[in-house]
């Protein structure tokens, strides 16, 4: 069978496990072929480091783009992550008119608990809003859901209609399908609900709460999520293989999470998320 290939756009934070040191070996072990852009190289990433360098690439990335292109490359997806600026959330947009007919998956990673992440405007957010509106799939937290709806943060206490709300109206910014993540009905159980906008149907998969709040866990999220549905699995399926590796990867990380503060240990959980994929 021919091996589905995917583009990824975001940074490399060498140390810390996300972005593209998660993405890049998840999406390989599932088998696809990964061709990242790195968007900026920086020592580590920004959550809970100080001090960290930050080389931004935003000029090779439109050389990287005309390159391709020049190649005749084609893409079965692309996926984005965190982006820099909103020049570079510009340049994704170009990235998507080169290449039509790929799937194409938005995480706006822009806000956690709340808050914007340290050095993120409203600017950036209404920017990413449009981008999240011309993807197939955005993969939004409910903060991140709020600020794209411009909808106060409801941190808890919510139902499914209250959520089944917000993926409404997320998919009436442009794209097809919406997955929030973080949702809790339950105190005991967090997953992630989904719509498709094109047959209005509604999914969702939830499994243990762990009551802890790990960096880079979106980005596994998006990634497994984004392998599988360029695998061609269903919106049903990607959302159980996502969910469930995500939380083996946290649940992994638990008995030294005062050490593994960072990061989690994603690549120890690798072969079950290969074998959840029969
Ligand atoms: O996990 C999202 C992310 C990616 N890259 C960098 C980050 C963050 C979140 O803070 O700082 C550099």
Same mark, same amino acid.
């Given at each position: 069978?021919?091996?589905?290939?995917?583009?990824?756009?975001?940074?490399?934070?060498? $140390?810390?496990?996300?972005?593209?040191?998660?993405?890049?070996?998840?999406?390989?072990?599932?088998?696809? =072929?990964?061709?990242?852009?790195?968007?900026? +190289?920086?020592?580590?990433?920004?959550?809970?480091?100080?001090?960290?360098?930050?080389?931004?690439?935003?000029?090779?990335?439109?050389?990287?783009?005309?390159?391709?292109?020049?190649? &005749?490359?084609?893409?079965?997806?692309?996926?984005? &992550?965190y982006l820099?600026?909103?020049?570079?959330?510009?340049?994704?947009?170009?990235? #998507?008119?080169? #290449?039509?007919?790929?799937?194409?998956?938005?995480?706006?990673? $822009?806000?956690?608990?709340?808050?914007?992440?340290?050095? #993120?405007?409203?600017?950036?957010?209404?920017?990413?809003?449009?981008?999240?509106?011309?993807?197939?799939?955005?993969?939004?937290?409910?903060?991140?859901?709020?600020?794209?709806?411009? =909808?106060?943060? +409801?941190?808890?206490?919510?139902?499914?209609?209250?959520?089944?709300?917000?993926?409404?109206?997320?998919?009436?910014?442009?794209?097809?399908?919406?997955?929030?993540?973080?949702?809790?009905?339950?105190p005991a159980?967090?997953?992630?609900?989904?719509?498709?906008?094109?047959? &209005?149907?509604?999914?969702?998969? $939830?499994?243990?709460?762990?009551?802890?709040?790990?960096?880079?866990?979106?980005?596994?999220?998006?990634?497994?999520?984004?392998?599988?549905?360029?695998?061609?699995?269903?919106?049903?399926?990607?959302?159980r293989i996502? +969910?469930?590796?995500?939380?083996?990867?946290?649940?992994?990380?638990?008995?030294?999470?005062?050490?593994?503060?960072?990061?989690?240990?994603? =690549?120890?959980?690798?072969? =079950?998320?290969?074998?959840?994929?029969?």
């Open positions: 069978m021919k091996q589905k290939r995917i583009a990824t756009i975001q940074d490399l934070s060498c $140390f810390g496990k996300c972005s593209l040191t998660v993405a890049h070996p998840i999406m390989s072990a599932m088998g696809l =072929e990964v061709c990242p852009i790195p968007t900026a +190289v920086l020592s580590t990433h920004t959550g809970g480091f100080s001090g960290w360098t930050f080389r931004d690439l935003s000029a090779d990335i439109p050389a990287i783009i005309a390159h391709w292109k020049r190649e &005749g490359l084609t893409f079965d997806a692309v996926s984005t &992550g820099g600026s909103v020049e570079q959330i510009g340049m994704v947009s170009d990235f #998507f008119d080169a #290449f039509p007919g790929m799937i194409k998956i938005v995480d706006p990673v $822009f806000a956690d608990n709340g808050k914007l992440y340290t050095g #993120f405007t409203p600017e950036y957010a209404a920017e990413m809003t449009k981008l999240c509106g011309r993807a197939d799939i955005t993969v939004p937290n409910l903060t991140e859901a709020s600020f794209m709806l411009g =909808e106060p943060y +409801v941190a808890s206490g919510y139902d499914e209609d209250y959520i089944h709300g917000v993926l409404r109206r997320l998919c009436a910014l442009g794209c097809r399908i919406a997955v929030v993540t973080g949702v809790i009905y339950d159980r967090q997953g992630a609900v989904a719509l498709d906008s094109e047959t &209005g149907e509604f999914f969702e998969y $939830f499994n243990e709460n762990i009551d802890v709040s790990f960096h880079g866990t979106g980005d596994i999220f998006t990634s497994a999520l984004a392998g599988a549905v360029t695998l061609g699995k269903s919106m049903k399926d990607a959302l996502a +969910v469930d590796y995500t939380v083996a990867s946290i649940k992994v990380t638990m008995p030294d999470k005062d050490e593994h503060w960072y990061g989690v240990k994603f =690549e120890t959980c690798l072969p =079950e998320l290969i074998k959840s994929l029969d």
